[in-house]
């Protein structure tokens, strides 16, 4: 099998440790040695903390706080939030960013970031593979991973079951998927962070 890096296209046998062209992590061992730095994390709607009683998500909060890194929410963020509360949070939330290379318009170092594949219908394969028909909220999900990919965004935070029981499936083409605690492990053992 092959799998398409969601970063630059290249495909990569399975096993492949970093992707063969671009270098992006394909396993967790290889982000220890990596020169890529987890930065951008988008939320899922499952991490929305507006009641701050989640102690993993608070921790990442108190990361974004020092700039370490940033937390960020796609559209679906918005549109699946519920009661004021996590409205209000969802809307504080830093959307993702839309700044997308242009050729001839943006500057190679200009800090405008390359638009992801559209990979919906692979998402949609990889996360619901016997489902014949979507309900709206499988919709959502693929549609929430799709605009993160999209986006460029370096992990997907979420403790939604769809997601987490898809990921080793997931980051085969370099999409990752953390549970709020699996993340603060994870940046912890890579960076040293407290
Ligand atoms: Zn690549």
């Known amino acids: ?10 495909k990569n046998a399975t096993g492949t440790q970093e992707c063969a062209a671009c270098k992006w ?3 967790i061992e290889a982000w220890e040695k990596s020169e890529y730095k987890i930065f ?3 939320k899922d709607s499952s991490c929305i903390n507006a009641k701050q009683q989640h102690p993993a998500l608070n921790q990442l909060e108190e990361w974004e706080k020092q700039g370490r890194l940033r937390l960020q929410g796609a559209e679906e963020l918005r549109k699946e ?3 004021s509360f996590q409205q209000a949070k969802a809307e504080a939330t830093t959307p993702l960013p ?3 290379f242009i050729l001839g318009s943006s500057c190679l170092n200009g800090g405008d970031i390359f638009a992801g594949p559209e990979i919906w219908d692979q998402l949609r394969a990889i996360l619901f593979p016997t489902v014949a028909e979507l309900n709206n909220n499988q919709m959502s999900d693929v549609n929430h991973l799709a605009q993160h990919v999209r986006s460029g965004g370096d992990v997907f935070v ?11 499936a997931l980051r085969r ?4 998927v953390f549970s ?8 912890k053992r890579l960076y040293k962070w407290n």
């Open 98 to 100: 839309t700044n997308f």
């Open 180 to 187: 709020p605690e699996e993340l603060v492990a994870l940046l």
């Open 25 to 27: 992590p394909l396993t």
């Open 173 to 176: 083409y370099g999409i990752w």
């Open 40 to 42: 951008k994390i988008t």
């Open 1 to 10: 099998m092959e799998y398409e890096c969601v970063k630059c296209g290249h």
């Open 158 to 168: 979420t403790s939604d079951t769809n997601f987490i029981r898809k990921q080793e």
């Open 81 to 83: 939030a519920q009661g």
